[in-house]
């Protein structure tokens, strides 16, 4: 198994450009989310998805958009690049019965926007 | 959810066990204890998690107290690899996503194991 895959590992992107994260797992996970990381801070939701066809706001949502068309892929799309958005970006995905093991998280992407 | 409260730094010697704490006081009956770590610049990689009673795997072993207030996860042998940012979370199943969204993960412990 693949695991969780996250495309790509570093990008660079001028204020104001638009790109998509791309996120896939292979373990047939309803749930799959993104995570941001800055220095000094822990790990802070973005978007989640229960299922396909499903997706709701995190802690952090604002300038992120997301869609799950399939239970394997989980995009995150910036808009509109800002500085603010250079950050370390993390995939994860997970069962949802009860008690089920953890997350599995991607290798992340470092996003620097300049 | 509960928040969770970690030292944030400890240091361990290479073949003795690590013993990291947590407190997690104000945890509900249906939030399961979950541990995670996270090496240098990788993704943080689940090592175990559990609800009232103690577990073992490959990996570490989870002490939880009865009263569920704390939890000590356990190395038994540290190794240099193991040197990495230990998170301790307080989660719901994720059945219960919804309310996962203000989950905060906190700064972790530092674990360095030394030669």
């Known amino acids: 198994n693949a695991g969780v895959t996250q495309t790509p590992k570093f990008q660079v992107l001028k204020t104001g450009q638009s790109m998509t994260l791309q996120c896939a797992q292979d373990?047939?996970?309803?749930?799959m989310s993104w995570y941001r990381q800055d220095p000094g801070m822990g790990l802070r939701l973005i978007h989640y998805?229960?299922?396909?066809?499903?997706?709701d706001q995190g802690e952090v949502p604002n300038g992120y958009n997301v869609s799950r068309s399939t239970t394997e892929d989980f995009p995150l799309r910036l808009l509109s690049a800002a500085p603010s958005q250079t950050s370390v970006y993390f995939c994860?995905?997970?069962?949802?019965?009860?008690?089920?093991?953890?997350?599995?998280f991607g290798s992340g992407t470092r996003l620097t926007v300049v | 959810d509960a928040k969770t409260t970690q030292p944030p730094s400890m240091d361990c010697a290479e073949g003795r066990a690590a013993n990291l704490p947590c407190n997690h006081s104000?945890?509900?009956?249906?939030?399961?204890v979950y541990w995670y770590r996270q090496i240098h610049s990788q993704g943080p990689q689940y090592i175990i998690h559990?609800?009232?009673?103690?577990e073992t795997n490959e990996m570490a072993s989870l002490i939880i107290t009865e009263d569920r207030k704390s939890s000590t996860l356990i190395l038994p042998h540290a190794t240099l690899r193991d040197t990495a940012v230990y998170y301790c979370?307080?989660?719901?199943?994720?059945?219960?996503?919804?309310?996962?969204?203000?989950?905060?993960w906190g700064l972790g412990t530092s674990l360095a194991v030394n030669p």
């Open positions: 994860a995905s997970s069962y949802r019965r009860q008690g089920s093991a953890g997350y599995t």
């Open positions: 373990m047939n996970h309803e749930y």
């Open positions: 998805s229960v299922g396909a066809g499903i997706t």
């Open positions: 104000t945890i509900s009956g249906n939030e399961y």
């Open positions: 559990g609800l009232k009673n103690n």
């Open positions: 979370i307080a989660l719901m199943s994720p059945r219960n996503a919804g309310n996962n969204r203000k989950l905060i």
